[in-house]
Nanobody, 127 residues
Framework: QVQLVDSGGGLVQAGGSLKLSCAAS????????MGWFRQAPGKERDFVAA????????YYSDSVKGRFTISRDNAKNTVYLQMNSLKPEDTAVYYC????????????????????WGQGTQVTVSS
């Protein structure tokens, strides 16, 4: 049974940092692309960042590029999202997701159609 457990959310002031973690079990992480998405109240779930199976290729939404960094440790079956220079508009529930995808694909393959999702972790940025 595949399980993704998100953690690391919390309340932080604008300009601060948080690091989210996603612990995966029941799958071989190296066979999956991993992504982070977020959903603010009353809005759709949006793509934030993704990392390819090899940990080398990364992809970001324009709104977080240069502030957030996604990384993975396949040996620990864990994916991370380091969030710096946080803004109030980053407030949302953040979800990690896994998509069975190895090899080399255009960036658009990493934005949608994920197979498994975490339960979400709340990030609140105060002004």
């Amino acid at each position: 049974q595949v399980q993704l457990v998100d953690s690391g959310g919390g309340l932080v002031q604008a300009g601060g940092s948080l690091k989210l973690s996603c612990a995966a079990s029941g799958l071989t992480l190296s066979a999956y692309a991993m992504g982070w998405f977020r959903q603010a109240p009353g809005k759709e779930r949006d793509f934030v960042a993704a990392v390819a199976w090899n940990g080398i290729n990364t992809y970001y939404s324009d709104s977080v590029k240069g502030r957030f960094t996604i990384s993975r440790d396949n040996a620990k079956n864990t994916v991370y999202l380091q969030m710096n220079s946080l803004k109030p508009e980053d407030t949302a529930v953040y979800y990690c997701a896994a998509k069975r995808l190895t090899g080399y694909y255009p960036a658009r393959y990493y934005y949608t159609a994920y197979d498994y999702w975490g339960q979400g972790t709340q990030v609140t940025v105060s002004s």
